[in-house]
């Protein structure tokens, strides 16, 4: 009964690559969220979707592209990737301010 | 717009012994203030949570936080860890009708036996 599930856990791939995280999550929440965490472990928000809307985009190259197809899912595509793209992605969802997070994804570009 | 400071990066501390960890925080109304933790190799499991209210708040785990205008501070208390304890926790500022959280840098916990 995973509540916030994303795939894969872990993604090691070269640079210059296009690959692909998915999320789900099965709380009916309308908004969700994609945070980036460094490996000094600093959590930033990258995009935010409610009710399958942008309504959150930080300061991210547009490598990065998130799509939902509808509520329960939000992924994230990145193209071209960088050594410093490297890090653990973290999907959540809202219904309100209270976040629950997923498990994450820890991308290794090499 | 808000920000949030956790001013020690690591604590080290015994089994049984207590526990603090500091949060300050820096916004012009009173936020949204969240703790969470992080297990190794987990995702965040929310600790608790203030928006308004009694200003000391009761979480999981034995876990309770106070919230301080005056010192614009929300710091997280337990009173004996557990070795399960061990573990990275963030604190995270959050605004009324705002869906973005900003987070602390985290503060990492060690318990010793």
């Known amino acids: 009964d995973t509540a916030v599930s994303q795939t894969p856990k872990y993604l090691v791939t070269q640079m210059g690559n296009d690959k692909s995280i998915k999320c789900e999550q099965n709380?009916?929440?309308?908004?969700m969220y994609w945070y980036k965490q460094d490996s000094k472990k600093f959590l930033k928000i990258m995009f935010s979707y409610n009710n399958k809307e942008l309504i959150i985009n930080e300061t991210v190259p547009n490598r990065f592209s998130p799509k939902s197809p509808d509520k329960a899912h939000l992924n994230l595509h990145i193209n071209s990737l960088e050594l410093g793209d490297s890090a653990v992605y973290f999907c959540?969802?809202?219904?309100?301010?209270?976040?629950?997070f997923g498990p994450g994804t820890r991308l290794t570009v090499l | 717009a808000q920000s949030v400071t956790q001013p020690d990066i690591h604590i080290t501390v015994s089994e049984g012994a207590s526990l603090e960890l500091r949060c300050n925080y820096s916004?012009?109304?009173?936020?949204?203030l969240f703790w969470y933790v992080q297990s190794p190799g987990q995702g965040l499991q929310l600790l608790l949570k203030?928006?308004?209210?009694?200003?000391l708040v009761q979480g999981i785990k034995g876990f309770e936080a106070e919230f301080k205008r005056s010192q614009s501070s929300f710091n997280l208390r337990k009173p004996s860890v557990h070795w399960s304890d061990a573990a990275e926790y963030f604190c995270?500022?959050?605004?009324?009708?705002?869906?973005?959280?900003?987070f602390g840098a985290g503060t990492t916990v060690t318990v010793r036996a």
């Open positions: 916004y012009g109304a009173t936020p949204y």
């Open positions: 959540a969802s809202s219904q309100g301010t209270e976040q629950f």
């Open positions: 203030y928006f308004s209210g009694d200003t």
């Open positions: 995270a500022v959050g605004e009324p009708d705002d869906y973005k959280l900003s």
């Open positions: 709380l009916g929440h309308d908004t």
